[in-house]
């Protein structure tokens, strides 16, 4: 018998639907996806202070330099720099890298994961009643993100400023703190646990004045700089562009609130207050030394942008 004759019907079997990659990846399941945000957001904090660590060194060392003098030393971040290399190692200049990275971890990961999720509801809203999302409502999460996530990481942020001004102190009087776990429990254990919340207030305004300038500029500077169509302006030239012009922004607002936290932080001093601080340098030491060192904080603070 001959074999049967294949069919000559048009009708194909349709192939079994593939596997969404969205449903299987681990980055998109329901447990990750949502966090992802905040890593993110953490380790591109992480990864900028690395680079930048020698800069913020510099900068705490300009804020503490003259303190309670209108006339005294006026150092440069070139001094500075030749000072810390020429009393150790280049690697001084590094001191504090693991309580900045614990900072980073803590408070850069919550701050740009609570600003992208509050940028998500208002999209959501603005995409429900048919408009778009404006500066104001830009700024507000900004300035809602920073606050939110200081008061969390200002223990981080405390146990950098120790371990950076120690350097500061006659050697007999240092304590060569080794990591900033060590930091963290010698000044709980020898000033009490809630030491490690001094300059909290300074800590959060200037937090929240970084965010108004880095987050809300950035959006708003892109948004402008697409708008404006300019010419020979790719989208990876707009990103650096708005970074520069929210690093400047961020900078502007922050650097006072930035100087009071450090001068506050740095251990038992001549002030009681961030208010008290402030009236101190102004009448001491002139309104102009809350922005010394501009240059250098702007070049700290624009990689975070």
């Known amino acids: 018998m001959a074999p049967p004759a294949p069919s000559t019907s048009t009708s194909r079997t349709t192939p079994p639907p593939a596997t969404s990659p969205q449903s299987t ?35 705490v060392r300009l804020q503490l330099a003259g303190e309670g003098s ?8 070139l001094s500075i720099t030749r000072d810390i290399i020429a009393s150790g190692k280049f690697l001084d200049l590094y001191t504090g890298l693991s309580a900045g990275l614990l900072r980073q971890a803590v408070y850069t990961t919550a701050r740009l994961g609570f600003f992208d999720t509050f940028m998500n509801v208002l999209k959501t809203r603005a995409a429900e009643k048919q408009t778009s999302i404006g500066f104001k409502e830009r700024a507000a999460a900004g300035l809602s993100a920073g606050g939110l996530a200081a008061m969390v990481g200002n223990p981080a942020d405390l146990a950098l400023i120790r371990m950076q001004s120690d350097g500061l102190k006659p050697p007999g009087s240092r304590a060569n ?23 909290a207030y300074p800590t959060v305004v200037r937090a929240m004045a970084l965010n108004f300038g880095q987050l809300a500029f950035f959006s708003e500077a892109k948004n402008q700089l697409k708008a404006q169509n300019v010419v020979d302006m790719g989208p990876r030239t707009q990103t650096l562009t708005a970074s520069a012009i929210a690093g400047f922004f961020a900078s502007f607002f922050s650097l006072p609130f930035d100087f009071v936290k450090t001068r506050l932080q740095k251990g038992k001093g001549q002030y009681t207050g961030m208010f008290d601080c402030f009236r101190k340098v102004a009448r001491e030491e002139g309104l ?14 624009a990689p975070h942008a």
């Open 25 to 59: 990846s681990f980055l998109h399941s329901p447990y990750v996806r949502p966090a992802l945000p905040f890593i993110n957001g953490g380790l591109a904090g992480m990864a900028a202070t690395t680079m930048i660590q020698p800069v913020d060194m510099i900068k």
């Open 288 to 301: 102009l030394r809350f922005y010394r060192g501009f240059g250098t904080y702007y070049i700290r603070i």
């Open 177 to 199: 703190y080794t990591s900033v776990l060590d930091a963290l429990s010698r000044i709980a254990k020898s000033e009490g646990i809630y030491a490690l919340w001094a300059g």
């Open 70 to 77: 209108k006339s005294g030393i006026r150092p440069s971040p």
